[in-house]
């Protein structure tokens, strides 16, 4: 029986698989853990407050609950990355290092850890981005990504550890706020709408970015896990993708249910992210690979995410 523990559990991703990983291995087999104490997150029991570079504390959790798979979503992501980098740096690497090394001691059967579109810079091809191109992030998140995927793949060759990655497009929910991400105002713009306020928008009307739906999202990560090792030919990061569209195509998806609804373009610093990424992604590896499929295109995501957020904020 696999017991699972989430760590960085309390995010937007984290939220949605503990829930996937609940209905998947049981409530009782999937331990969440995050910084804040129970009472300030939206997580059920069981939970565990934990620091992920606290080797002794992770060291200690996997032995006392017998841990067979960890997923460390643990991070700092890019907007708020780029206004503290070293500490986006120490938290995101001596978190993940911890993670394998401590995976590595105590022989934890499959690791999980989030790369990003980050990865990629202003000189990746921007269309169809492929699984193997250049990479020349110039941000500190998609440096520590980069740096994170090299970590994995090392892991694996030099020491056998079954660590399993996905470089995320910007991921789209509607059970937590925005985290931070450049993607988030993909986020944010629903909660506008149904509110009946405005919109301001950090990044330009025609900015396209790789998209995908939280759901898509955990899909694809349990789907990865659930792979046979032997099908899996890439061990830094796979590229997935679900759609990509750009602020004005997400507007008018909402305005198509919200007729009244207004949006003011007003791009910040990160506009200039933005343009460093992709505007899609090549994932035939993957879908070759462990059969990965995505669900959900824009609009079926705009109707999925205001029926249910509607009634939350009802």
Known sequence: MNKILVVGAGGQLGIELVEGL???????????????????TQLPEPYITLDATDATAVKGIIEE??????????????????KNPLLAWDINMR??????????????????????????????????????????????????????EQWCEYYFRKFGVDIRSLRYPGLIGYKTLPGGGTTDYAVDIYHKAIKGEVFNCFLDKDTRLPMMYMKDAVKATIDLMQ????????????NVAGMSFT????FQSVRSHFPDFQ?????????NIAESWPESIDDSTARSDWGWEHNYDLNSM????????SQLLS
Request: hydrophobic share 35%; glycine share 4%.
């Open 22 to 40: 609940r209905q998947l291995h049981g409530a009782e087999n999937t331990i969440a853990s995050d910084l804040k104490p129970f009472e300030e």
């Open 65 to 82: 609950h017998n841990v067979t798979q960890i997923y460390h979503l643990a991070a700092i992501l890019s907007a708020k990355g780029e």
């Open 95 to 148: 978190s993940l290092l911890t993670i394998l090394e401590v995976g590595k001691m105590e022989k934890v059967e499959k690791i999980f850890w989030p790369s990003s579109i980050a990865v990629f810079g202003p000189d990746t091809p921007k269309t169809k981005t492929p699984q193997t191109t250049t990479m020349n992030p110039n941000t500190v998140y998609g440096i520590s990504k980069l740096a994170g």
């Open 227 to 238: 792979a046979p090792s032997d099908r899996l030919t890439v061990r830094s990061s796979y």
């Open 247 to 250: 602020p004005q195509e997400i």
């Open 263 to 271: 949006i003011v373009y007003d791009p910040d610093y990160r506009q």
């Open 302 to 309: 705009t109707e999925d995410i205001l029926s249910h957020l």
